[in-house]
């Protein structure tokens, strides 16, 4: 195969970098054109990760040497189908989560849009240099990049905020100090930090124990910074009390890319059969998945909050994706990325529409939600599809990653988690369902209802949502629809040419 | 068995460090605390990985007398300290010096709104604020 070289992988990720610095002197100058320009590099990022995307699926993978220096020396990025998939993704949501941001920013943290929007870009950068990077310690330092700009982003968050902020620092920190860790390991073994040359040296060193507690080590970090159950302390607190915009960029990238390296590393930079047979991490990962899954669910039904039960969903939605890696067979690792994709549709919009709920009536108790749907028709109807995506209904990109993932069990024939599967929609169903039925309920009657109607953020002016909120969260919720269409696409152009060799298909 | 840790020094040394900072980030209750932990916490990683590069007798990677002609003709890896471990820690450190930043940051405005810095009563705090 031959591999073009380009400079476009780059400037995906330096021209939201360079605008982030731009942006505080630009503010200094003039306030009002700091989100016009946030935008721009935004759109930029957006257009290149299209040429890109074209470009890989034409003519196969594309590098970019930094400086000229070539592998193993020098850092490398390498974009194949999943990275370019990636790519779209990441700068397609904080592109959309960008415009919708202008307004509900001004309104849930006056005046400070210009550091808003500068660890914004920081943190598209971060994204996407992270779904680009061949070289393990870059990786670690877009992963740094990423959690910095993450934690700055939640501390917005009024009430508790800080709070939550400070444990993500820490346990954030933690998970990128045990991945720092297995860097040290597997660099002491082989001597090297590039992803194809780690994957050429590695298999004489399979018995190695350095490398297998690298391997381990790998795994508990990025299982951190996913949220994975049982290290999932951080997220509910930090996805609930972040500004919503915050909410939905974070809960539809973060956790999406750290599974998107966990992917890259156990079955690119290692083999498959060291993932599933020496040490037996995939059946590890399934299992907590599993539990991840059920655990998320039933909490997230627990909640009255609706941006805290968003967050327990995530839960149990990150479940899903690893547990498509944690099959390790073609059938589940197409379901879990394709899920992925999807959820980060689903989950981005559903925070929008409660960050627009709290926008206009400065409600976030699923109770006082009655008759929601005649005040608040279109973002109601793009809550629903996209809770209908969460279910699995068809035609929603949700069932067709579910059913991907469902054959996927059948395949490796674990039946337990087919049921898993199916019991953990049934409880998404139960949590979903409840808001939607809340939101199409006439207004309520009597006084207990009214009481609990109090706004708990008090800053509603009942002011309509603006058309620059409305429009991302409906172009989220039918891309929800389309994804569930075009499946097809999505898994023939980009999901199956990146399906890792070795992997029983 | 003491022979084995005797050997394995800089392993054994880094895991006591990170024990330590682990205990500091679970077991303390105060957060400036448990920041210092979670500083131990990322330094032992970073002390182990620089201690993976020393090499006894061996120099930093420059070529003495090389410019000189009649210099050395051959060169022996094995005289000379691996200095990418260094480097990439370096790297380390300076991410380590940013999130102590944002951490710092963020502590200070969480005394700045509730006043202590102590887990359990900023919890009865934040609660009774709502």
Known sequence: MNIHQSATPILIVIVPLITSFVLPILGLWNRRLVFPVALCALSCSFGLALVLARRVLNTGPVQYFMGGWEPPWGIAFHIDHLAALMLLLLTFVTLLVGIYSKKSIVKEVPDQEVPFYSVYLILASGLTGLVSTADMFNLYVFLEITSLSCYALVSLGGGVAVVSAFRYVILGTVGAAFYLLSVGYLYSVTGSLNMADLARLLPSLYESNAVLVGFAFFVIGISLKMALFPMHAWLPGAYSNAPSAVSALIAGTTTKVAAYVLARVMFFVFEPSFSIDTLPVTTVLSWMAAIAMILGSVMAIAQSDLKRMLAYSSIAQIGYIVLGIGLANGMGFTGGILHLVNHAFMKSCLFLVAGAIVYQTGRRDIRSFRNLSSTMPWTTAAFTICAFGMIGLPPTGGFFSKVYLILGAIDGEHWVLVGVILVSSVLALGYLANVIRYMYLPAAENELDEKVEESPQGESNGEPVPLTMLIPMLILASGVILLGLFNGVVISQFIDPAIPIGLPR | ?130
């Open chain 2, 1 to 130: 068995m003491l022979d084995f840790i005797i050997g394995h020094f800089n392993n054994a040394t880094y895991i006591m460090l990170m024990m330590i900072g682990f205990y500091a980030m679970t077991g303390k209750t105060n957060l400036v605390k448990k920041l210092v932990g979670m500083n131990i916490f990322q330094w032992s990683i970073i002390l182990f990985v620089v201690s993976l590069s020393a090499k006894r007798g061996a120099t930093i990677p420059i070529v003495f007398g090389s410019h000189n002609p009649g210099g050395p003709a051959h060169l022996d890896a094995s005289n000379y300290v691996n200095p990418l471990p260094h480097v990439l820690m370096l790297t380390a450190i300076v991410v380590g010096v940013a999130t102590t930043g944002v951490a710092l940051a963020l502590l200070l405005r969480i005394y700045k709104k509730y006043g202590t810095l102590d887990e359990n009563e900023l919890l009865k705090r934040a609660r009774s604020s709502g």
